[in-house]
Nanobody, 122 residues
Framework: QLQACGGGLVQTGGSLSVSCAAS????????MGWFRQAPGKEREFVAA????????EYTDAVKGRFAVSRDNAEKTVYLQMNSLRPEDTAVYYC?????????????????WGQGTLVTVSS
């Protein structure tokens, strides 16, 4: 019900945008999150956006470099990634959850996309 796309290979300092199309209804009631999992590491929170799109939250490692947004009419959430670093290399997952507020924990999200690989070369 979540389809992520847009990953790829980029050089350090470059930019990449990933998106996630949802078939959940009503999409506007779901908070949306982005998580990532690097090889050998646990899945970690990256960014989230509230159901209305008015509130966002980021992990410290990406603040000022990444931007999450959503288009409720298109049922799509986006993650714009700038100034990418090798440590940003991971599989990026979008997730959806029904919550009154933004959540950073994986258990708050009941729906997950298949993931898209982002590789940042040094």
């Amino acid at each position: 019900q979540l389809q992520a796309c847009g990953g790829g290979l980029v050089q350090t300092g470059g930019s990449l945008s990933v998106s996630c199309a949802a078939s959940l209804r009503p999409f506007r009631k779901y908070i949306m999150g982005w998580f990532r999992q690097a090889p050998g590491k646990e899945r970690e929170f990256v960014a989230a956006v509230s159901a209305s799109g008015s509130l966002t939250e980021y992990t410290d490692a990406v603040k000022g470099r990444f931007a999450v947004s959503r288009d409720n009419a298109e049922k799509t959430v986006y993650l714009q990634m700038n100034s990418l670093r090798p440590e940003d290399t991971a599989v990026y997952y979008c997730a959806a959850g029904l919550s009154w507020s933004i959540a950073t924990q994986t258990y708050a999200y009941g729906y997950w996309g298949q993931g898209t690989l982002v590789t940042v070369s040094s």
